[in-house]
T-cell receptor, first 114, second 118 residues
């Protein structure tokens, strides 16, 4: 069964610094997709970045990049040049290929301080 | 373009009452799903559907029913509310791998329903 683990309940980072949010996953499928979502205090879920299991390059979207290490089954989110507006909950999620359901981790609360 | 619309935004129920959380999407997405979010638990999948007439259970289906009569709508029913069902509920949709579309389709979320059962 697929499983997502986020071991950092909370993280602090100073503005303009980079931060890495950890995500490990467990699947027996060779085809899968990994997603990161942001949930600000207002509550909406915002899609940030996607990485496919066959993608050779790490995904990047602006200040967000995904450090994908397939052998270690990790898909860490890297936020460069943190901003105060990055303070939020961040969720890692996985969808196995050929299936539709998306399973989420428990999330990491990131706080950016000046 | 409305995206995913959930109603109501807030609801208070007494134990034993029933209600339906509504979810509609206008993106012609095959896949629709319901999650509940509780502190420290992340988002847990309740039920999902890969198309009209097809539904399946997620991680925490007990106490909830769903149906999918149209592509657009995916209501979630609580038949007899319990305090343990106090939570924030999200509906989400995407294109479906079931129809051969890519599994990299991200979920589009509604704005959530905050449900309190007393």
């Amino acid at each position: 069964a697929q499983k997502i683990t986020q071991t950092q309940p909370g993280m602090f980072v100073q503005e303009k610094e980079a931060v890495t949010l950890d995500c490990t996953y467990d699947t027996s499928d060779q085809s899968y997709g990994l997603f990161w979502y942001k949930q600000p205090s207002s509550g909406e879920m915002i899609f940030l970045i996607y990485q496919g299991s066959y993608d050779e390059q790490n995904a990047t979207e602006g200040r967000y990049s995904l450090n994908f290490q397939k052998a270690r089954k990790s898909a860490n989110l890297v936020i460069s040049a943190s901003q105060l507006g990055d303070s939020a909950m961040y969720f890692c999620a996985m969808r196995e290929g050929g299936a539709d359901k998306l399973i989420f981790g428990t999330g990491t609360r990131l706080q950016v301080f000046p | 373009n409305a995206g995913v619309t959930q109603t109501p935004k807030f609801q208070v129920l007494k134990t034993g009452q029933s209600m339906t959380l509504q979810c509609a999407q206008d993106m012609n997405h095959e896949y629709m799903s319901w999650y509940r979010q509780d502190p420290g638990m992340g988002l847990r999948l309740i039920h999902y559907s890969v198309g009209a007439g097809i539904t399946d259970q997620g991680e925490v289906p007990n106490g909830y029913n769903v149906s999918r009569s149209t592509t657009e709508d995916f209501p979630l029913r609580l038949l007899s509310a319990a305090p343990s069902q106090t939570s924030v509920y999200f509906c989400a949709s995407s294109y479906s791998a079931y129809r051969g579309l890519s599994y990299n389709s991200p979920l589009h979320f509604g704005n959530g329903t905050r449900l309190t059962v007393t």
